[in-house]
């Protein structure tokens, strides 16, 4: 849509998707609105729309993704999460436990996590676990403790979803709802968080392309629900020095391509407490807009993934050593257009 | 339990293991029943159980996993699935399209692979597509063709759920649930499975290692349904010559460790036309309990993965082929036992 | 050129080639010889030949591989290796230890080689060892054992060259020289063995894509050398339930496009003692036209590889399993041209 | 050896390890001077030496490795190359095109290197290809042009060796001696650089593990150059958005357990002109030592690798983005003895 385009030129665009069949979808953007259609089984002639009043341009979008797509929406998308945003220059720290454990935890490190100027919280209830014998999370009890932390520190809340019962509990506490790595191909759960309002946290699977995952986002915007942040957590490779292989082009890639914000998480992709820190500075470096970050008051102790996880002190170390980074990158990495025809 | 041990007996253990507040497996074999524990949250001491009546041996399990191993239960198992069985010394052919599309083209197929001697069919009405905009599969309608499949041609259907109204439809209509690769970490889907009493078909995953698949199965067993079946369906390398990497290697490295019939995919597993036969020879050749097998009666109209299609003459080819190789080992690969001591 | 080409007209096209400057390849076959031509800076008009005498045909080859294609070649390549042969209908079987330890070892397993009716013996005699520390192989004095062991069983020997040095002592003493993954894309060696007159086996390197295996094939060739086998040992992956992932449909892979013959070593290709013969099983099953075996007589004690190593009562076990499978099939994989065409 | 050990201890320590029949490695240290033994078929007894004038501690060093590990040399090696350093506090950039062209060619990028600050001058005169088709390097000649910017610029010429003839020039002509990542396990070559005493850039293998990228250092080392630089340059992964996935964990994982020196490269690690530079800057965020960066002044007409290569102005906007990261970590990353203990 044209810039100067009122209310009424975009609704009559909506209106006339919506007569032929399809599934219009409105991306408001800082200077104009971009309209998606979906739903058309086949190519859609631009003369339907072109001459309508209003509407600056009828593109067509010849790439398997359209509504992740930068041909769409070229600026950048700000997702905003609970009191705060992903996408924006800021740089979003998202810290805390893996799984929620019990209250006194919980909020020992939610309160090193506010200290350090972060604004997101993060903390598992519901534990995808390889054995079937392995703590399976607090479930919602958990999250009840994840509110308290929000009420208490004023942290905007990232826990994760398995299924639609989880994904309803966390639409009731939480302020965005994570996707896991094992499940970004769990298309009918792609499809039922689509239709809530709450933010998308999506990780990338252990060996999804870059189009899977583009194409895992596309699923939940299809559905309506356009506040998708990307996350590149690690990819299983046949290298044994760490977890899984942090794999960092990914972000420029996606900038590239998409104006969907992504963040990085260098505890899963590592799993190496000592390598956590040299690559969240990488991540940030790399463009990142924000990291999620493992912390747990007393690693050795941990439920789940303690050897991944950094103790407050550590954590405050990388804090200050990654804003360094941010700082000195500012000129270049908070401006989206041009960091991506480098 | 011993050989001779009374029913009586089997039902005070079972008594015994659930008053100290733990899950019983009941798990009969050709000679003797073996009791899984699961639900302990440490090790139990085996004098609890040894001086039972009726008790023949105590044994800790100490991998990972407790019921899918050969510890637990030294037998093969076989699995009933409708009216045929996989896992015993038959050769199991599954055999069909990749999508239900519509009543001629599954009797088509299902026709050439009643003739081919096979006994099971497989087709999918949920389809997990990469992309959101791709065909997603018939639903019901779909699963009531399969039904009528059966019913004609006497063949047992085999056909994938992504979520639980897929499990409940999948239940009414097929003989076994099918787990893709993709939902095969979903373990809220798997402990749903777990509790139908159809037999399961379990895909690895694209980057799964081989715990992470027995653990899978034993998400699924642990709530009380023993009747799974493995497939290995390729995995993701760097290598481009085929649409996967057939990891064949899998199937003895199975049929050391778990008395669990595994099957192999070669459709999938290269998504390449002219390497299914191959492949599939192979797979037979490794000591597969059997094959699942995409067959179209026109493979370049297929909605879905025409691509890795045979035609039914080629389709019929490959069972003489694999049939010939199996003949040739039958010495070797039916005696599982053996073969595990090579 | 035309079945009925005399010499002279061979000789002509020859003459030509080399009168542009260009390096002629002539690769005679059972109907028909082709003359390929390398050297050339880009395409060549086809115009030059195709109205000599005896010029069937001038065929462009737009792959980036030329003297390896079918397209030069539509005939099967058999490879005379000492007084036997790779590729043609016989199923080639090369046995024998990792490593050339002592003359007692090596007798001793090159009797049950004999014994098995296998016609290639391997061993080594340089070893390329991760570990600087670890036995490098007896060199000169191994390869004198080799010769000895030829003159004894009439077994053709194929064994390892590491550098120029190596290369010149196995033309001297042995009948195939080897050329291992690590050094498939070591180009000097690659241009060395193309100047030699003996085969070549060329292992697949660790990542190897099928296009670079084609490729160090063709650096062989393009130096005069057309007598090359392929080997598939396996490629590095996640999957740690087997030391390598042996990637079986390379071999329908490499048949769809070159006329070379390729064998499998599943030895290397599972590290695992017990999946070298199930693994064994599959190479022929897919239609390799050998394999290549690690046996020792004492496993346990080997220098090198022990635990991939049979015993020579399970190396006897394998072959009779592999010759049956072979013998099903006989009407199927020896039909080269039918079988790329499926 | 004690910080204040005289020369006269030093050596007879030396003598001693001849004595016994094996290696000794003199590695000076900025307090105290290590020395390594190798050649030693299992443990020797420290009792040998701790008692001799002079030594201060006799470790045993259980890795499999010893002459890169931080047990033996507990400080940073700081490696000499040319009239520059590579390890100590300041970042090394080393640039140029892919291969040597021609002189004017490389005078003009040779001049924006200069220019740029940096000390190092990289360009290939041999080019290892895939295809034995492609333009293979100017061979000497190249040399030639690089001995001539380095009289020019005063820039220290790092560029690759194939094999020991190319060795020989490049000892005469360059500064430092590149081992690519297809020659990392050409054992035959290591060793023979390791007779040298020019220092040696070792890439890393596209599918080596940690363990064997130290292990071929080692091989270099143990004949006694033991100026060796390391190098990540991307590993061969599934994923397709870049041409190889650039593993930045392997940084902190070599500077934890080895003294030697590592740099990026992202050129050759994303293959992709626009995320070289946002992984320049990962890969000095992590704590890498410097960059190897692809320059050329025209990319779309390069012989080799045009679609890496940065042009002059994208390579000065990557310098000062590069020098912006390193100076706002200085206080971190140049301490390595912390960073390793995070």
Avoid: W
Wanted: glycine fraction near 8%; charged fraction near 25%; hydrophobic fraction near 40%.
């Amino acid at each position: 849509m044209k810039p100067d385009a009122p209310r009424s030129d975009v609704e009559r665009v909506i209106e006339t998707i919506e007569k032929l069949g399809y599934k219009p979808h409105e991306l408001p953007g800082e200077n104009r609105t971009a309209i998606g259609i979906t739903g058309n089984p086949g190519a859609i002639d631009p003369a339907h729309f072109e001459n309508m009043p209003g509407v600056a341009d009828a593109i067509r979008v010849t790439k398997p993704y359209k509504l992740i797509s930068k041909d769409l929406r070229p600026e950048k998308s700000i997702v905003k999460v609970g009191t705060a945003e992903i996408g924006g220059g800021e740089l979003a720290i998202i810290a805390g436990p893996c799984a929620i454990e019990n209250r006194e935890q919980v909020f020992s490190v939610a309160k090193a996590v506010a200290d350090s100027g972060a604004k997101f919280f993060r903390g598992g209830a519901f534990k995808p676990r390889t054995s079937p014998y392995a703590f399976q999370g607090m479930g919602e009890d958990g999250l009840k403790i994840l509110a308290d932390v929000r009420d208490e520190y004023d942290l905007s809340i990232v826990t994760e979803a398995m299924d639609e019962r989880g994904v309803d509990l966390v639409e009731k506490y939480g302020d965005c709802i994570q996707i896991g790595a094992r499940n970004m191909q769990n298309f009918s759960l792609l499809k039922y968080v689509g239709q809530t309002r709450k933010p998308v946290l999506l990780k990338r699977g252990l060996s999804a392309t870059l189009d899977e995952l583009l194409l895992a986002a596309e699923y939940i915007m299809a559905e309506g629900n356009y506040d998708v942040i990307l996350c590149e957590r690690g990819i299983r490779t046949f290298a044994a020095h760490a977890r899984n292989t942090l794999d960092l082009s990914i972000v420029p890639a996606i900038h590239n391509v998409s104006h969907l914000p992504v963040i990085v998480d260098p505890s899963h992709g590592t799993g190496r407490n000592y390598m956590v820190n040299p690559m969240a500075r990488a991540g940030v470096a790399v463009g990142a807009d924000g990291l999620i970050i493992e912390v747990h008051s007393n690693p050795e102790q941990a439920l789940c993934d303690g050897a991944q996880a950094l103790t407050p002190v550590q954590y405050l170390a990388l804090v200050q050593e990654v804003k360094a980074i941010h700082k000195a990158l500012s000129p270049v990495v908070n401006n989206f257009e041009s960091a991506s025809v480098v």
